[in-house]
């Protein structure tokens, strides 16, 4: 082998193993006691703005379905029972602070009651660090069906130090909606050099990110 491609072989060797080493777990949830999240920085927000319906994010019910994984109530779930009738639902599940100094991916599963005659949605989006709903960017609405279903969606790196939020926000119409389930909750940070797949891109305006992709699989 030539010294040149040596060198080649070398340098490229090095890269896959500095990409490697920056690759790593922010956060990683199985929602086992969902009570116990506040106090690890979680915020949940029901923006109704009629104080008789202001029930938050809370364990998931095994009668309804089981967890995706886990305990069968090991999820955190959010209801109808979130907005008076026929209002618009905005409950809000807010993760605690990351750092966005490096790009990474955050994915979970997603599940709804899927019953006859109604329609579970959420809305996905990022901040720069404040837990203020106002302040998060969101994507398309993602309808929950009645199967467990990876949701992915990446963001692009900030500046040094730069910090974000996640959000899940329970929407669409009280009238319309049942039950749904948020499940295995992790954000990683991704290697240098790796790209997400191309998917369904959103656009987020927010100034710590740039584009980010979402796409979806359901667990067989």
Do not use: C
């Amino acid at each position: 082998m030539s010294l040149a491609r040596t060198r080649h072989s070398l340098l490229a060797a090095a890269l896959v193993v500095a990409a490697s080493a920056q690759a790593g777990t922010l956060l990683d949830q199985d929602f086992d006691d969902v009570g116990a999240l506040p106090a690890a920085g979680w915020l949940f927000t029901n923006a109704n703005p009629d104080p008789a319906y202001l029930l938050d994010w809370f364990q998931g019910n095994p009668d309804v379905f089981a967890a995706h994984g886990g305990a069968d109530g090991s999820y955190v779930a959010s209801t109808w029972g979130a907005a008076a009738a026929g209002a618009p639902l905005h409950n809000w599940l807010i993760t605690p602070e990351f750092s966005t100094a490096t790009a990474g991916i955050v994915t979970f599963w997603l599940r709804g009651a899927a019953d006859p005659g109604t329609l579970d949605t959420v809305n996905v989006g990022f901040s720069s660090g404040s837990g203020a709903p106002a302040a998060f960017v969101l994507g398309d609405a993602i309808t929950a069906t009645g199967q467990w279903t990876e949701v992915s969606v990446s963001f692009a790196a900030g500046a040094a130090g730069s910090t974000g939020r996640f959000a899940i926000e329970q929407s669409g119409s009280d009238d319309l909606a049942s039950y749904v389930g948020i499940d295995s909750l992790s954000i990683q940070t991704r290697a240098v050099g790796v790209v997400p797949e191309p998917a369904n891109a959103l656009l987020l305006a927010a100034g710590l990110l740039g584009l980010a992709a979402w796409r979806r699989r359901t667990a067989r």
